[in-house]
């Protein structure tokens, strides 16, 4: 299956009070040009689709627009929330979407098989995706009096670690022979960043390390850092932000990723 790898959209934002909508209005006419010369099977959009929690009407219409627009040429497509979106406002139209094949995953569900996707359908899949959004302190473990900071993000690495692994354990459970890839919204350890993150709340302040991601999936889409880098292995990538969201990345070579995957072959990129 083709796939299609974008991330941190950031729908709203303002560049030291410059509004960049124009911006993001040129990117989704490429993106969708682009869809309709690739024909790919899926779009992921791995988190920070907005650049608020409580976006405006215009950047609102805008991602619908977009929804509309992208749907038209039958690609499926797969959302996830960031760390800058409300999991409440992503979710409020899911079961709408979900009959134009529009997967969101605002925020963490409480079952594994919630933000497990068969692609094209569950009768005859061809690819499971684990749409994994920003996971939360909150969703990841419970406060606990008189902990350590180290404490704290010990557990929260243990959290990500292990909802990674539920997902990877059920996809392997239910689709055995299916390939499997997952999303994530996270800061890996090691990773470069950008001015444009410095304010971000990071999860996981010390960094996720990439080896605590399960074997079992081919391919992991990141969102969360801006800057086009992978995260420890050729298969684990960051998309980074389509277009700059600071001076700092004035000079890197923005991108999106196009992925093939089949049962027999490690993913071509």
Not at 71 to 80: H, P, Y
Request: glycine share 8%; proline share 6%.
């Amino acid at each position: 299956m083709k796939i299609i790898h974008t991330a941190d959209w950031h729908i709203g934002k303002r560049l030291h009070g410059i509004d960049l909508s124009e911006d993001h209005r040129l990117f989704f006419d490429f993106l969708i040009h682009l869809i309709h010369i690739e024909k790919p099977d899926v779009l992921i959009v791995a988190g920070d689709v907005f650049d608020l929690a409580n976006p405006t009407t215009e950047s609102r219409q805008l991602y619908y627009n977009t929804l509309v627009r992208l749907r038209q040429s039958k690609c499926q497509l797969i959302v996830t929330g960031g760390n800058h979106d409300s999991p409440n406002m992503l979710n409020a139209p899911k079961e709408l979407l979900k009959t134009m094949d529009i997967h969101v995953s605002g925020g963490l569900a409480q079952d594994v098989s919630e933000y497990i996707v068969p692609l094209p359908n569950g009768q005859n899949p061809k690819l499971i995706v684990a749409a994994l959004p920003f996971l939360r302190d909150t969703e990841l473990r419970k406060q606990v009096k008189g902990e350590s900071h180290e404490d704290r993000e010990t557990a929260i690495r243990e959290g990500i670690k292990s909802v990674f692994r539920s997902s990877a354990d059920y996809a392997k459970e239910h689709y055995p022979g299916i390939p499997a890839i997952a999303t994530g919204h996270l800061f890996a350890h090691g990773v470069s960043t950008s001015d444009s993150e410095r304010e971000i709340q990071i999860g996981n302040l010390a960094g996720f390390d990439a080896g605590g991601f399960p074997e079992y999936f081919q391919y992991i889409a990141l969102g969360h850092i801006h800057k086009p880098q992978n995260a420890g292995a050729p298969h684990i990538l960051y998309s980074g932000s389509p277009i700059p969201l600071s001076f700092s990345e004035r000079e890197d070579s923005k991108r999106i990723l196009k992925i093939e995957i089949d049962s027999d072959t490690d993913p071509r990129i």
